[in-house]
């Protein structure tokens, strides 16, 4: 188990164990697929989980309308997982739409009970037209998406 995990704003030099991270989720078909250069591009969205000098898991925020962000892109490396990486993942991004007064913070998801523990509720994803006309629009799973839309109300 690592000594530490702290979560922190990413850093260009973490773009490629971001990279690494995310193709991964992808190849499984879990997570939306993002290029090096992308991903350099929205590095100030990204946080990460750092332990013992290494990326151990990621997690973005992406602004869907003035009051609404997506948590995307969040994932956990093999072998540190179910050690709470992920919600210290979350609460992180949640005080940085905090922070951005943004009141309200959504997911889709496979793992719902996650987001259940974290805070969240499922909801129906029609009420999020930002996300089905910014990023639903040009995904292969668009007609038969199986994930679930989660909401987290901040006050």
Not at 76 to 104: C, D, F, N, Y
Request: charged share 25%.
């Amino acid at each position: 188990m690592p000594a530490v995990v702290i979560c922190r704003k990413a850093v260009p030099e973490d773009v490629e164990p971001l990279f690494e991270m995310i193709d991964g989720y992808a190849q499984k078909g879990i997570m939306l697929p993002r290029s090096r250069k992308v991903l350099e591009k929205q590095l100030d969205q990204f946080v990460v989980a750092e332990a013992d000098g290494n990326v151990i898991g990621c997690g973005s925020l992406c602004q869907l309308g003035a009051d609404l962000v997506e948590i995307r892109s969040l994932g956990i490396a093999e072998g540190h997982k179910g050690m709470g990486i992920g919600s210290k993942l979350v609460s992180k991004l949640t005080e940085e739409a905090r922070r951005q007064g943004i009141p309200k913070i959504m997911a889709l998801t496979y793992e719902v009970s996650f987001f259940l523990k974290n805070g969240f509720s499922v909801v129906e994803k029609e009420i999020f037209p930002e996300k089905v006309w910014t990023d639903c629009v040009n995904c292969a799973k668009q007609n038969a998406c199986d994930e679930i839309a989660v909401l987290k109300m901040l006050n």
